[in-house]
């Protein structure tokens, strides 16, 4: 066979081709299950940041500091949202104007409402890391009170019921 060229590949060197190949699409495998962490939501940001610090000493101001655990978290969720509305929709309802009920829920109905929340409570959770050491424990401490009282009206729906 006069002027063809034959080419010719050891069999090693396509082994290595065949493993290297196998070991990208196992990467590729492995990057396309990992999924990205879900973003806290608002609320969510809100109760581990800003109220999970100060759930203790909130309770302790309060008459329910010695409940059973379930007990606790029954409370605790009634109290979340008597302090999502002091700490987060109250600002945004002075910001934005609102006066009526009707009002506000137009606000709360808005498309990008999530990213107000989301700006407020990062707001409050550099507020708590902000300024001197003496500041930020009496904002704390403040937090903490409001979040007692938010405790004591949650309370006087269980006992009303």
């Known amino acids: 066979m006069p002027g063809k060229i034959k080419r010719t590949v050891s069999t090693t060197q396509q082994d290595n081709n065949i493993s290297e190949i196998q070991e990208l699409k196992k990467m590729v495998k492995e990057l396309q299950n990992k999924k990205e962490p879900r973003k806290l939501s608002a609320l969510n940001k809100l109760k581990k940041y800003v109220l999970s610090p100060i759930t203790e000493q909130a309770m302790a101001e309060t008459d329910y500091y010695d409940l059973i655990p379930v007990d606790k978290m029954r409370l605790l969720n009634k109290a979340y949202p008597i302090i999502w509305e002091q700490l987060v929709l109250k600002p945004l309802y002075q910001k934005y104007g609102c006066r009526s009920a009707e009002d506000q829920e137009r606000l709360k109905a808005k498309r990008n409402i999530q990213l107000e929340y989301n700006l407020q409570v990062d707001s409050i959770i550099d507020q708590m890391k902000s300024g001197e050491l003496d ?27």
């Open 135 to 161: 500041d930020q424990e009496h904002f704390k401490e403040d937090l903490a009170a409001a979040f007692a009282k938010a405790i004591q009206s949650a309370a006087q729906t269980f006992d009303s019921q």
